[in-house]
Structure formats: C-alpha cells, structure tokens
C-alpha cells in the first residue's frame, strides 16, 4: 500500500466539503461519490480494466468465459420456449467483452442469435463507448440504460459479473449499546478516518439473522440497501433468467470486506477517493432472498469453478489449444488456471455463481441438482 503524500483528488476535496458541512457521511455514501459522482466518479472518468488498468476481470482474462456464457443464455433460451424476441441484458459490462465473446458463440444457435437484442445497463459514459466498439462488428441492435428498471418488458437473460460488488454497501459496528452505522470523517490527523454515527441505529434487527444480533462487540455487519436485486427478482419471476458471477460469500457472515484496488494492488479505501476502484464481497444470501421474495427461483451459489467446468472449459481448451501455437497454448493453459483454480491465485473458489429463473423454468444448465 502506497502511504506517501499526495495533492488531494477534486473529489476528496469535495467529499471534505460535505463531511465538514453535514458530519461523518455513512460509508454506502462515500462508496457510491467514489464510484459514480458524475464529473469525478471512478467509473465516471476512465476504463479502469486489463493489464494497463487497475483490475482484470474473468471476461478479460480470456474469450472462453464469455463463450461458455453465450452457450448458457442459447440454452437457457430453448428452456423458455425459445422465444422470437429476447432480450440479452448485462449489468455492468465493463468493455463489453463478455458480450461480444458470448455473441460469437452464440452463432452454433441460429435462431438464438437471431432472437437476440442487447440491453446495456451502465453508468460509465467511457466504458458506453469503449462497449460501443466492441459491440458494433455483431451488428446486434444494441441499448443501453442507466438502471434495470429502465430496461423495457420482454423476455430477457440478464447477466452480471462483477457488477453487485461494485454496488455501494452500508456497514455497522457493533458496541455494548447496539449496532452503528460506520462512517467516513476526518481524524485528528486531518485525513479521512472512519468513525461511528452516535445513536445506535434502532431498526437494524429487521436487517440481522436472530445469531447475528448477539455478535461480540466490535463485530462489523454489511449490507446494501440497492433496489438493483428487487428489480432484478420482479422482471425474472413474470418470464426471464438470470446469472450472477461475483466474488463473495453463499451465507451472511461478520467483518469488513471494503477493499480498494488500483494499478493491481490494494490500496487504502480513505486514500485517493475516485482514483482507486472500491467494492466489497457480495453476499449471496440476502441476494437471493431478495430475488425470491419477488417470486423468482434461486439456485446456487456454486463456485466459478464448478459452472465453468459444468459449461464444458476443459473441452474448450482443448479446442482451442489443438489450434494454437506453443506460446498461445500456453496462454490458454494459464487462463484456465486463473479462472477455475482454487486458492490465492485463482478465482475458481472465490468467485461464486447464481442462477435466478421464473418459477414455470427447469434449473439451467450448470445448476443441476
Ligand atoms: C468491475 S466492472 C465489471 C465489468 C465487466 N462485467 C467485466 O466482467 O469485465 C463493473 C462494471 O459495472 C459498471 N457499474 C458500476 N456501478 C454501476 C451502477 N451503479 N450502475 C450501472 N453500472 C455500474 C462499471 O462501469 C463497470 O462496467
């Protein structure tokens, strides 16, 4: 972690501004200006991915994690019926990457591809364009929409990777007098600190499975107040399906999972706001309850590795790789480890996946009991 001086962003300067106005803003608001304030938000300003980026994602780490993506939604669509028209909608697709890779595999479904319309759901007006780019060559009528409740009626197959990570969380403390809300102000040293609002928040209990309302002192809870999973639950439950792939937990547990990444390393989430990606772990179990509760099905959360390997990755490596040079071989032998690899290394365990249908669906594929 980088500790040195630095001229404070625009964006902290602002953030300073409101804190010293209004007080210790909570942490969910912090986390959403750093993100998406619209002249100085993260996500705002520039394309934050790959190699020369601050972070890489699974789409980015090869073309066979959008592939195996395509041929999920193709079947996935015959499992609906087959609709004429569907509508294929990404949250947060970063490059567009993802889209474009599943798209070309797509084309082993004709009928499929030719039913398919893409809905965008962004709010980055340098990543619309850079998606805009990778998008044209498939010639697919192609919006986009700065939420999911924007995105019209139809059946669709949404799909989000690494989007609900990226969705601002809230966070609590627990003291002898009940649970905080966490907050950012300013510290004695001048700099950003995190302190706790005064009053215990009264309603949390609604929020905490009956174990957790006894957690030791000191204990750190999370969650997000977005209405992102609701919108998502509704539109799933009357025709559509869904896939989720984000990094994070199958069950609600204690601690603090703020994490700031830039240039491929952690950083400190109260340093350089705007500059530095922020996210924390997505828990799959209130997201599902609320996608549930919206009548929707739930299965899962399995691990990446086990619905990339589901999908057939192994198959299409080899594909791939019959067909390559030694060098590509290789390239593709190294993915195949990022992706489905347990450990520090890979994302095969910590990475989880959850599928969402209508309740008249059968499981999709890779969800299989
Ligand atoms: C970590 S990137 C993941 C990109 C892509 N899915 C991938 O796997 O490469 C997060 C994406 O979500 C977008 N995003 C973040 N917050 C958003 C929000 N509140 N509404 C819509 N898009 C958002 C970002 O601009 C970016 O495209």
Redesign the pocket.
Known sequence: MNDAPHAPTPLEAEIRRRIEAAGPMPVSEYMALC??HPQHGY?VTRD??GARGD?I????VSQMFGELIGIWMSAVWKQMGSPARVRVI??????G??MKDAMRAAQVVPAFRAAVAIDL????PV?REQQKQTLAPTKIETHWY??IRDVPDGPAIII????F???PISQAVRTEDGWHERCVGIGEDGRFAFVLAPEPMKHIGVLLPQAAREAPVDSIVEWRADNTAIDLGRRVAQDSAALVIDYGHSQTDFGDTLQAVGKHAYADPLREPGEV?L?AHVDFEPLTRAIELMGARGYGPITQSRLLRGLGIETRAMTLKAKATRAQAADVDLALARLVGIGRTGMGDLFKAAAYVAPTLPPPPAFEP
């Open positions: 993100l998406s996500y934050p991915l972070f994602t699974a789409p980015e990404e949250l947060g697709p970063g490059r990457t993802l759901v962004e709010i980055s990543l700065a939420s989000a990777n690494e989007f990570d990226a969705i990606d996210t």
